[in-house]
Nanobody
Framework: QVELVESGGALVHPGETLRLSCAASGSRLSAYNLAWFRQAPGKADDERELIAAISSGGGIYNYAPSLKDRFTVSKDSSNNTVYLEMNSLKPEDTALYLC???????????????WGRGTQVTVSS
């Protein structure tokens, strides 16, 4: 069993920066890949977009090409927390941002594994 708690979402203006956190806890946590997804308004759970994933070994993989130049994923293993720093935010970044833990490789549209409740990011002028 893995528990994921996201935080840091907010209403921001275009061009601003935001840092999200995902605190992970549970058994065999070190065996899981951790990832950030986002779910745009009106989209179903199986339409979630993978932003990037961090493997159990610490490598980052499957970065969304369209987001890689503005979004940075990192992990602090000392406190089992994954971060997502988002720069130059745009209105189209408005979404529910969710943390995921999976023993298998994560891809966009995945519904597998453990999920947090998400944290809402709204970008609006």
């Amino acid at each position: 069993q893995v528990e994921l708690v996201e935080s840091g979402g907010a209403l921001v203006h275009p061009g601003e920066t935001l840092r999200l956190s995902c605190a992970a806890s549970g058994s065999r946590l070190s065996a899981y890949n951790l990832a950030w997804f986002r779910q745009a308004p009106g989209k179903a759970d199986d339409e979630r977009e993978l932003i990037a994933a961090i493997s159990s070994g610490g490598g980052i993989y499957n970065y969304a090409p369209s987001l890689k130049d503005r979004f940075t994923v990192s992990k602090d293993s000392s406190n089992n927390t994954v971060y997502l720093e988002m720069n130059s935010l745009k209105p189209e970044d408005t979404a529910l941002y969710l943390c995921n833990a999976d023993l298998l490789t994560q891809y966009s549209h995945s519904t597998r594994g453990y999920w947090g409740r998400g944290t809402q990011v709204t970008v609006s002028s």
